[in-house]
């Protein structure tokens, strides 16, 4: 990876029961510098950073999208660990956390119940809660992200936009129809496919919420999306997932479709 371009490493590209792969959570990197974007839900995330050579005394942002556990467990396991760099002057600067009000209120919570409490008393000194407001921009990796409340049916979720590089990305729900005209003609579009339409009887993507990989590029298609990463699957076709999601995806969608695997990174243009 070039650390002079902004890259997308992705943590994990499961949904929240995979077993063959890691809940879906990514890193936006440059120069040295990690934005995480959830943790997904074991302390397997710490194997993950390791494997991706990702130091944690390289992320001072993390972004959790939302309270269900896929998302804000391993945020636990970050903060313990950061916390004892901290403890032992090897972490230089504060972790910032964003997330909005309900789940820094949870995550808090679940730390100050399962962690030391010479961890916790960091909170609001180097662990840095910025409670999210809908339309609220940060500067992070010397851009300017806007985080957005996603309009989710079953649980208040954030996603963000990044205009400098034209990406969008709505959480692990389908883009809602609000949020069209905002995200047509993106670069880049991530987006959730919990399955293969042809699947749909199989996973019942639409009972969770969730789309098909034909839904995505279909939508993608109509919005003039330029490159389409497809995350938050299901695991029963690991090995050969690249290549079903492929011909499935490109009979509706013309663009750079891209299904990245664990561990895959993905070079952002621009």
């Given at each position: 990876m070039s650390d002079n371009k902004l890259c997308i490493t992705m943590l994990g590209t499961g949904h929240?029961?995979?077993?063959?792969?890691?809940?879906?959570?990514?890193v936006l990197r440059e120069?040295?510098?990690?934005?995480?974007?959830?943790?997904?839900?074991?302390?397997?995330?710490?194997?993950?950073?390791e494997e991706q050579e990702i130091p944690l005394t390289q992320i001072h942002d993390l972004f959790v999208t939302h309270a269900h556990s896929d998302h804000i467990l391993g945020a636990v396991w970050i903060i313990r660990m950061i916390g004892q760099l901290l403890l032992n002057n090897k972490y230089d600067g504060n972790l910032k956390i964003y997330a909005h009000e309900e789940v820094v209120d949870q995550l808090q919570t679940i730390c100050r119940i399962v962690l030391m409490t010479k961890i916790t008393d960091l909170f609001d000194r180097r662990f840095v809660f910025i409670k999210l407001h809908n339309g609220d921009s940060h500067h992070i990796l010397n851009r300017e992200i806007t985080f957005f409340d996603i309009k989710s049916t079953k649980l208040l979720q954030y996603g963000f936009k990044i205009k400098e590089n034209s990406l969008f990305f709505c959480g692990d729900e389908p883009l809602n129809k609000e949020f069209y005209d905002d995200a047509a003609d993106s670069d880049y579009l991530l987006h959730e496919a919990f399955c293969l339409y042809s699947e749909r009887e199989k996973f019942k993507p639409y009972e969770k919420h969730h789309s098909t990989?034909?839904?995505?590029?279909?939508?993608?298609?109509d919005l003039h999306i330029k490159n389409l990463l497809l995350m938050h699957t299901e695991d029963s076709h690991i090995a050969d997932r690249k290549k079903l999601y492929a011909d499935e995806g490109q009979k509706f969608y013309s663009g750079n479709l891209v299904i990245p695997g664990d561990g895959e990174s993905i070079m952002i243009e621009k």
């Open positions: 929240a029961t995979v077993t063959k792969c890691y809940n879906t959570c990514f120069n040295n510098q990690c934005f995480m974007v959830d943790a997904g839900g074991g302390n397997q995330i710490l194997r993950i950073l990989v034909k839904d995505v590029c279909s939508m993608a298609e």
